[in-house]
């Protein structure tokens, strides 16, 4: 098999804010962590990668065991590692508390765990000299008290989680200066199904449950206000319109005599109380989502109803987050999960979440939560992640989009939003990147006097 190889030309200019130049050697070490370090989240593509030149400081080669789509976006998930600070320690040692190197216009100067940050100029930045000197961050504990320091002047910015009370707030009005909101989004808050456990481990009762609910009055209830008022469907999210099949979840609309012949057709019959029920078992299963997350709480409340109403008996069990992402999820501890997924990079791909190998049995690492093994789906979604053809890449995505539908491997619900807010006492580029956010250009705004 032919090896590929991809080229980083590292900008002479560029130093961490120690003045030590960025080299291929940082490129190297941080590949290496990611391949060979513990609790990994994620090593698509790095995985792949079969060695690294760094002979050149200014030139990293990277070496592909096969092909590889994705060598552009390599580091947008985890950026570039300093080796000369990190080569021989415990990287996750160094970095549990923050860290202050950085190669980009600010540096953290100050972090309170849980309460807020300070950010001031690199002085070695060698790109556009930022305009505000100083950015003091703070953290709150729900949207509520960041839209009050808000309105009360005390932050001049805030990029809130599209909650209902940032919904209120738009609609509301008489906020200071102005708010951005774009669903052209590369979020997907879905209705992830542990593929693993019963009743879902039978495909006819994920279908059933996929024609149970009605998508777009949920959508429509939560973001109607601001105009965002239909289901997204695909898992890929919006902004992925390209590489994805965004309509094939749309025949999964609420339709009950659909749900009644599924069900019937896999052995189950409606007990006295309404809900379906096999050899004794009833189709009841928790529902986990973040506790104290309104938004949630409300989609909760509308699905709990209408599943009902389908026949299946669903018990809410909201974890603190921590518990949910940390130690629930990855051990296959759900049934059915309430969250979102964030693209980090415009680079398709679904195999992190869906491919059989990314399981995290048996002690290995992993995010197919929902324990997604679809006959054929592997070979297209890792088709998706080598092929440089991007046409072939289309169309692998597209069909494997469609087999996760047919085979209801989990249920998109909400394009969550992107939002930001930006007070008076600021000016510059107000847009809000897919990708990086409200505050992505943050380096070119300026303080008014």
């Excluded at 008489?174 to 989004?185: F, I, R």
């Excluded at 239909?230 to 319109?241: D, E, F, G, H, R």
């Excluded at 104290?292 to 409340?301: A, I, M």
Aim: with cysteine; charged share 20%; glycine share 8%.
């Amino acid at each position: 098999m032919v090896a590929r190889r991809s080229s980083y030309d590292i900008n002479p200019k560029a130093v961490w804010n120690d003045g030590e130049p960025i080299t291929s050697t940082d490129f190297k070490y941080t590949w290496n962590e990611v391949v060979t370090g513990k609790d990994i989240l994620d090593t698509t593509t790095f995985i792949d990668v079969a060695n690294v030149d760094d002979s050149d400081p200014a030139k990293a080669v990277f070496t592909f065991k096969t092909p590889n789509a994705s060598w552009k976006d390599l580091f947008e998930a985890y950026g570039i590692y300093p080796s000369h600070l990190l080569q021989g320690k415990d990287r996750n040692a160094e970095t549990a508390d923050g860290y202050t190197w950085s190669a980009g216009p600010y540096q953290l100067v100050k972090w309170d765990k849980g309460v807020g940050a300070t950010f001031e100029k690199n002085p070695k930045w060698w790109g556009t000299p930022s305009k505000i000197d100083t950015i003091e961050e703070k953290f709150f504990a729900d949207t509520a008290a960041e839209f009050q320091a808000f309105k009360a002047g005390e932050v001049d910015t805030i990029g809130p989680q599209p909650q209902l009370d940032a919904i209120d707030a738009i609609n509301a009005g008489g906020l200071p200066g102005s708010s951005s909101v774009d669903a052209n989004t590369g979020n997907v808050e879905a209705l992830w199904i542990n593929n693993a456990v019963a009743p879902f481990d039978d495909v006819a009762v994920r279908q059933a449950f996929a024609y149970s609910i009605d998508r777009d009055a949920i959508v429509n209830k939560l973001f109607g206000g601001i105009g965002v008022t239909t289901a997204v469907q695909s898992l890929n999210p919006p902004i992925l319109a390209e590489f994805s099949d965004q309509t094939s979840f749309s025949k999964y609309k609420l339709d009950l005599d659909k749900v009644t012949s599924l069900m019937t057709g896999a052995g189950w019959a409606k007990g006295s109380d309404g809900i379906w029920a096999k050899g004794g078992t009833k189709a009841s299963f928790s529902f986990k989502s973040t506790a104290g997350n309104k938004r949630r709480e409300l989609t909760e409340q509308v699905l709990q109803q209408q599943l009902k109403d389908a026949g299946f008996d669903m018990q809410i069990e909201n974890q603190k987050a921590g518990d949910l992402f940390g130690t629930q999820l990855p051990a296959g501890d759900f049934t059915v999960a309430l969250y979102a997924q964030t693209a980090t990079t415009l680079n398709p791909g679904l195999c992190s979440i869906m491919c059989s190998q990314n399981i995290p049995d048996n002690g290995a690492s992993g995010q197919n939560y929902t324990r997604t093994n679809i006959d054929g789906l592997d070979a297209l979604l890792q088709t998706v992640n080598v092929e440089t053809d991007d046409a072939k890449r289309a169309d692998a995505a597209k069909k494997a989009d469609g087999l996760i539908a047919d085979n209801v491997a989990s249920l998109p619900l909400d394009p969550l939003p992107n939002i930001g807010f930006y007070g008076d006492n600021i000016q510059g580029d107000f847009s809000t990147n897919v990708i990086l956010g409200p505050w992505w250009n943050i380096n070119t705004w300026t303080v008014k006097s």
